[in-house]
């Protein structure tokens, strides 16, 4: 009787308190990531009929039509897009994390605030907002034709480069939050010392700045260049088509393609890109924290 009593004493203490805590979440993994992607890896290996339905029939072929050159074609221009937009976004973002950081009076709160202001609004919006701005008879042609500076409005939509700024635009925050984050807890004291030492600031930047926010850095680049390969609504509003990458073919598959195994497949691909992604990033020091995992 002391044994059983001890058991129950020891299952309301220790035991009852694991589950209600760990339960919920392990269940919602279960139902929301673990069968949705069981159910996507198995979708990839099966067939489509004459009227576009799933067939269970084991297959490969989904996975050979990967390597179609037109194929290839748009898995490179995908990996040039998103990391053109990284480094954008790096060189952009670095500067403003660092004066965020380094701010010390109300404006710093002003400054952070207006990273996290374009959070309040679907980014699909604000990429239409783009459109509506870059167009032919948006509002940057109309003012430079009013002002005389052209005589013909600007061709600026539909272009890679149109691409690559609205994946900028999309990602910026994702890029300044782990810089700000990094800068933040950088020790001033390290500054004065390298300065007093003699070196320069360009010195100072490269060896001691970067050195020490590179975590930093590394979060930022990978929060930045693994959603740049699925935002498939950029490259279709700002790209009209002429920029197709990863996430246009696997919502293409999806939608009007009606090719769930293909589709499927796509997105696998993709998901071990992103594993690959980030065990480099672990490989490199990274704090898996800083990601979110």
Known sequence: MGDKSKEKMRFRSRILPALTTVAPVSLWMILFVAIPMIYVIVISFCNIDEN???VFQFTFK???R???????????????????STVLALLIAFPFAWIIARTKSRRKNIFYMLVIIPFWTNSLIRIYGWKTFLGNSG????????????????DLL?????????????????MVLPLYSALEKLDGSLLEASADLGARKVQTFFEVILPLTSSGIFSGCIMVFIPAL??????????????????????????????????AALSIIL??????????????????ESLGV
Not at 278 to 288: A, E
Request: charged residues 10%; glycine residues 10%.
């Open 52 to 54: 576009y339905n799933v």
């Open 62 to 64: 989904n996975y050979i």
């Open 66 to 84: 990967l390597i179609d050159p037109d194929y290839l074609k748009i898995y490179l221009q995908s990996l040039l897009i998103a990391f053109l």
């Open 139 to 154: 509002w940057l042609n109309s003012f430079l034709l009013k002002v005389h500076l052209i005589k013909d409005p600007l």
């Open 158 to 174: 539909y272009h890679p480069a149109t691409t690559v700024l609205g994946m900028v635009y999309c990602l910026f925050p994702f």
């Open 230 to 263: 699925g935002y498939f609504y950029v490259s279709d509003i700002l790209g009209g088509g002429n920029t197709d990458m990863i996430g246009n073919l696997i919502e293409r598959q999806f939608q009007s393609g009606n090719n769930w195994p293909l589709g």
């Open 271 to 288: 998901i071990l890109v992103t594993l690959l992604l980030v065990r480099i990033y672990q490989k490199l020091g990274g704090d898996m």
